[in-house]
């Protein structure tokens, strides 16, 4: 009896499959399945892999012009791979800042447009904020990789995978300096030295205590056996750069 319901189910499948591709055709039927498959679930990265003592430092840049390049310079002496999701108005204001990063071979990932509200957007601004940022980006003729830093950390099922449609990863973290309050230096150093962890992905912005932090985090880090590396690194299956 068990083979036989089994072996029905199968042939009622059939039937169906047959009956619908007749109605509504094969580009019709792969219009079905993709929509099904858009319904299933997408989740951000928050960090890399468990196993490997990885690091990732990120900055969100939509601001900090004055302090960004003493944040390139210091990285740079110290050797020190880091992801910056940058908005597009950000790029477009400050073009040269955006190909100092990308000459320093710094990763460049998209941060939106113009620091919109991802969560109380329609999946047409969604979108269109990111494709205008990489238009930006092109136009200036920098690499960057498909990651996207919704702005206010705004990542709700449907802006992950409207994200996703077109392209992007949504990138969130597993560190909050909370920077951007003006934390302190100190405060900024013990947050992430006290919350380091096997692919932990650090949320930093171009502000002067930041700055000032960071020597400390790095010689911090790099003594505890941490690797700095960039979130494309640290993610598997990523994407490859492009211009």
Known sequence: MKIFYVSRIKILFIIFFLTAASIMGWEGINTYYNQQSSMVTLEPLYQGSPERKDIALTFNVDWGEEVLPDILKLLSEKKIKATFFITGRFAEKFPDLVKKIDTLEFE????????????????????????????????????????????????SPNVVRWAHDIGYKTVMWTIDTVDWKNKPADEIVNKVINGAHNGAIVLMHPKEATLEALPTIIDELKEQGFRFKTISQITPGAKGQNR
Do not use: D, Q, W
Not at 127 to 138: M, Q, S
């Open 108 to 155: 460049i990932g998209n941060h939106g447009y113009s620091h919109f509200h991802p969560n109380s957007s329609n999946e047409e601004k969604n979108k269109e904020e990111i494709l205008k940022t990489e238009k930006v980006f092109k136009k200036l003729g920098v690499r960057y990789v498909k990651m996207y830093a919704p702005p206010y950390g705004e990542c």
